[in-house]
């Protein structure tokens, strides 16, 4: 590893490019913003069940901080891509 915390980086990279799938999913049926929660959401939630059912398998275990970067990473999408949005509309 190059530094401290490394896997922190990779979990929010991997929720960041999620929450941007999933909000051209849910775009579809509700509004921008709308979506954009939706999509934080979607990706917290599924960040929570991802370390929950890490807590089974032997050598791994739950990390309250994995969830806290999927989320982060998941709202940094959603950010920049509404902030993105409305620049655009200027």
Do not use: P
Not at 1 to 14: I, L, N, S, T
Not at 40 to 65: K, M, N, P, T
């Amino acid at each position: 590893m190059w530094f401290e915390h490394q896997d922190k980086v990779y979990h929010a990279g991997a929720y960041f490019i999620m929450a941007l799938l999933a909000w051209l999913n849910f775009k579809q049926w509700v509004n921008g913003s709308r979506a954009g929660f939706y999509s934080v959401a979607f990706c917290s939630l599924y960040g929570i069940s991802d370390e929950w059912h890490q807590s089974f398998v032997v050598g791994r275990s739950a990390d309250v901080s994995d969830w806290l970067a999927d989320t982060s990473g998941a709202g940094l999408a959603m950010f920049l891509q509404l902030a993105l949005r409305n620049s655009n509309k200027c």
